[in-house]
């Protein structure tokens, strides 16, 4: 089996950076919080977004370990919709005092190249700066979309650290997607 290289960025933001230069969602959009959403629908959206980039920690987790992880009150899942339709998502992990992680962000491949995913990171970079904290923070890869790294440094976010490390390269004949009822 072939190996490939995985680079991981850590970025963060240690303050808000105003609303000057954010741009706001477009007309059709709307952001609605789902709170505690049943194991189905967040499936739906996770590999909405993230089947093409490789996304399966959630898929690998038992359904009840999935679903207490929803319900968390520290867990929290925003859903992008574009004119009633779910375009994208976005996760944040509040557990942590004075920050916020932003889990998963992405928009469904319907979506991506339409001028709605940098109006939807600044509205969670908002969004987490609500609460009063320190830092926002994720980290993205080179198997998430290609333009995610760029898009994360214009809206504000630093890298911290970095590394690579080699790894198998999926095999199509091994896909948890396959498993999906689906």
């Known amino acids: 089996m072939s190996e490939i290289a995985a680079t991981t960025w850590w970025m963060q933001m240690t303050s808000y950076p105003g609303n000057d230069k954010m741009k706001l969602l477009p007309r059709g959009c709307r952001v609605m919080h789902a709170r505690k959403p049943t194991r189905a629908f967040y499936l739906f959206l996770y ?8 996304w399966y920690n959630r898929l690998l987790l038992p359904a009840d370990e999935l679903q207490e992880l929803l319900n968390n009150d520290e867990n929290s899942v925003w859903v992008l919709y574009y004119k009633g339709v779910p375009a994208g998502f976005a996760e944040f992990d509040l557990s942590v005092e004075n920050e916020t992680e932003l889990v998963y962000f992405g928009l469904s491949c319907d979506f991506t190249g339409k001028g709605l995913g940098m109006p939807f990171l600044n509205w969670c970079i908002r969004k987490a700066f609500e609460r009063p904290i320190k830092r926002f923070w994720l980290h993205t890869c080179n198997l998430d979309h290609p333009a995610a790294l760029g898009l994360y440094r214009k809206a504000g976010f630093i890298i911290y650290d970095q590394d690579t490390i080699k790894q198998q390269k999926p095999d199509p004949e091994d896909d948890p997607y396959l498993l999906l009822p689906w």
């Open 47 to 54: 590999t909405s977004v993230g089947r093409p980039y490789q």
